[in-house]
C-alpha cells in the first residue's frame, strides 16, 4: 500500500475497510454517518447504517473466506480514493437468487469516500462485475464458443426488433 498521511478521513476509511476485511459489521456501520450513501456501481445505492449490514451480511455469508486487502490510497482533504482487491469463494448461502456455485473470485476496484467529521456520508465504488459473473460461471468464459453464441443471441434479438419498428 502506498504511504498516505494519516488524517481523520484517511483514518475513518481505513477503519471502515479494515471492519470489512474483518467481516465485522458492527465496526463497518459505525464508521458511517446515519444516512449516509454507498453507491455500488453494478449494484446501486446502499443507505447507512441498514443497506450496508445488509448488503455486506449477504455477500460474507455467501463467500464465507471473504478477504480483503487496501492496495492504494490517495486522499486530498475529505475525500479519500482507496483501491483494493478481495477474494472469495462462492460456496456459502445463495447470492442475489443465484446457489452457490463454488467458483472463486478475485476483483479489483476503487471507492471514492467523502468523509465529514470522522464519518463516511458517501461512498462510491466501482468494479467489474461482468469479470465477476465470468469467474463465477454465470457469464461465459471470454472468446469461448458459449460467448460467441450469446452474442448471436443477442444480435439476433437487435436485427428482430429492429425489423418490428
Not at 490510497?73 to 477474494?87: F, H, L, S, T
Request: contains cysteine; charged residues 30%; aromatic residues 10%.
Amino acid at each position: 500500500m502506498t504511504d498516505v498521511a494519516a488524517t481523520p478521513a484517511v483514518d475513518a476509511a481505513l477503519r471502515y475497510f479494515d471492519a470489512i476485511g474483518r467481516q465485522d459489521l458492527d465496526e463497518a456501520v459505525a464508521c458511517w454517518k446515519e444516512g449516509g450513501i454507498d453507491h455500488l456501481a453494478p449494484v446501486g445505492e446502499l443507505r447507512a447504517p441498514e443497506g450496508i449490514r445488509q448488503y455486506f451480511g449477504a455477500l460474507f455469508a455467501a463467500f464465507p473466506d471473504f478477504t480483503y486487502e487496501v492496495r492504494d490510497v490517495i486522499a486530498d482533504g475529505e475525500k479519500v480514493v482507496v483501491g483494493w482487491r478481495i477474494r472469495g469463494t462462492f460456496t456459502g448461502a445463495s447470492y442475489d437468487g443465484v446457489r452457490a456455485t463454488g467458483g472463486g473470485a478475485v476483483i479489483e476496484g476503487l471507492d471514492y469516500v467523502r468523509v465529514e467529521d470522522g464519518l463516511i456520508v458517501r461512498n462510491d465504488s466501482y468494479w467489474d462485475d461482468s469479470a465477476v459473473a465470468r469467474q463465477l460461471g454465470l457469464l461465459p468464459a471470454k472468446g469461448s464458443r458459449q460467448e460467441r453464441a450469446l452474442k448471436g443471441l443477442l444480435n439476433l434479438k437487435t436485427r428482430l426488433t429492429r425489423r418490428r419498428r
